[in-house]
């Protein structure tokens, strides 16, 4: 009886910690899609640009730039993370997966870098 409440008890927890992991990533997301149009404006100044490894970069000290790249970076971590764990990759392969995909939708005019670590307009 003592296995079986344990067991129970574990699977309790598990089922708890994927609800509150799927809660944070969204509560993630929602804070993301908040700052999306101030980051498109900054990338479109120029003030911002995106890096080889999917995160944000300043390139001129504009506005709340820093800040702004700082907050969505955190956030990129924990997207990058959470799909590394689902996909039994690394953060650092999903972010570069993801630089990819972000400078082939990119406005023209927004700064990207090439892997060699170059900085372009595109």
């Not at 650092?92 to 939708?105: H, L, N, T």
Request: charged share 25%; hydrophobic share 40%.
């Amino acid at each position: 009886m003592k296995t079986l409440f344990q067991s129970l008890l574990v699977g309790v927890t598990l089922l708890l910690a994927a609800t509150l992991q799927a809660q944070d990533l969204g509560a993630v997301r929602a804070r993301m899609a908040q700052r999306l149009p101030q980051i498109d404006a900054l990338k479109q100044q120029g003030a911002l640009g995106e890096d080889n490894r999917g995160y944000l970069s300043v390139r001129e000290n504009k506005a709340n730039a820093g800040s702004l790249a700082a907050e969505d970076n955190r956030d990129r971590g924990v997207v990058y993370e959470a799909i590394a764990k689902q996909t039994g990759s690394t953060s650092d392969a999903v972010g570069r997966a993801r630089a990819k995909q972000i400078a082939a939708s990119s406005a023209p005019g927004v700064w990207l870098q090439k892997e060699d670590g170059s900085w372009y307009r595109k």
